[in-house]
């Protein structure tokens, strides 16, 4: 995944971390849980274990990266094993997390990695190192990175901040409050390696040949501040959707026999 994103065009990288993966936790969720909801409920505490290393892993190599879209790539996995975490829970609340958590992530990776596809359009580079003081120069770029960041770390009002916490209040529902707690402390990670990226890429001192950068074109920034105000809603008024998942919940209900 990291290495395909490295090359592949931020449109591409776009779609397919903001659609693609999650097409394995769509099948868990709309095949699996319908006829195994007794089996996840059994084997929840291996499940739970393997989502926890998958978003602890994701999270200890986005820290360590240096190139753009390889941070994205990495933070992928950190947040799918976020995703799979809410559906090995068995909760409906944690259920209900992980679904709105498709659709956040979906919306704050494709906002995020638009938004790295404009700062490579406009400077040549995906390396951080290479990169700094854009701020001023790509204001818009830099608020829309900015509120994709903050929304999958988790911060209020944003749209990842809800799934997020129906994920984790799952958890602690069903039992297992140390994992949730380990799970909150990966959001920590989480929140590091997205303001270390963007404090390098907009907010220190500008590199040279960095001096003609201006902001990205109209039909770019139009993609992205759509983009965030899709992020500002979901977290600000997401009752649609968990109405939506909710009735898909309570058919699991009736075919498993409950939860």
């Keep these: ?123 040549g580079s995906r390396n951080v190192d290479e990169l700094g003081g854009l701020g001023g120069q790509m204001p818009v770029t830099a608020s829309t990175m900015l509120i994709g960041g903050l929304s999958l770390a988790g911060v209020p009002p944003l749209a990842g901040f809800m799934s997020e916490w129906l994920i984790f209040l799952g958890i602690i529902r069903s039992g297992h409050i140390y994992i949730a707690v ?12 997205y303001l270390w990226a963007i404090r390098r890429i907009f907010f220190q001192k500008p590199k040279k040949g960095l001096e003609s950068v201006s902001e990205a074109p109209a039909i770019m920034l139009v993609a992205l501040i759509i983009e965030s105000l899709l992020v500002i809603a979901l977290g600000v008024y997401p009752q649609p959707a968990v109405k939506l998942f909710s009735i898909y919940l309570n058919e699991i209900k009736q075919i498993a026999g409950g939860l």
Aim: charged share 5%.
């Design 1 to 123: 995944l990291s290495d395909f994103h490295s090359e592949a065009p931020a449109p591409v990288s776009a779609l397919l971390s903001g659609v693609l993966i999650k097409c394995g936790a769509y099948g868990v969720l709309r095949i699996a849980c319908p006829c195994i909801i007794p089996v996840i409920t059994q084997l929840d505490v291996p499940l739970l274990y393997l989502a926890l290393i998958t978003a602890v892993w994701g999270a200890f190599m986005a820290v360590m990266q240096r190139q753009i879209k390889r941070i994205l790539a990495y933070s992928s996995i950190n947040q799918i094993g976020y995703i799979i975490m809410g559906i090995a829970s068995g909760n409906p609340i944690g259920m209900l997390g992980a679904m709105l958590h498709i659709i956040n992530h979906g919306v704050g990776k494709a906002l995020l990695f638009l938004s790295a596809g404009a700062i490579t359009h406009n400077t």
């Design 182 to 193: 380990l799970g909150l402390i990966t959001t920590i990670f989480t929140m590091g390696y």
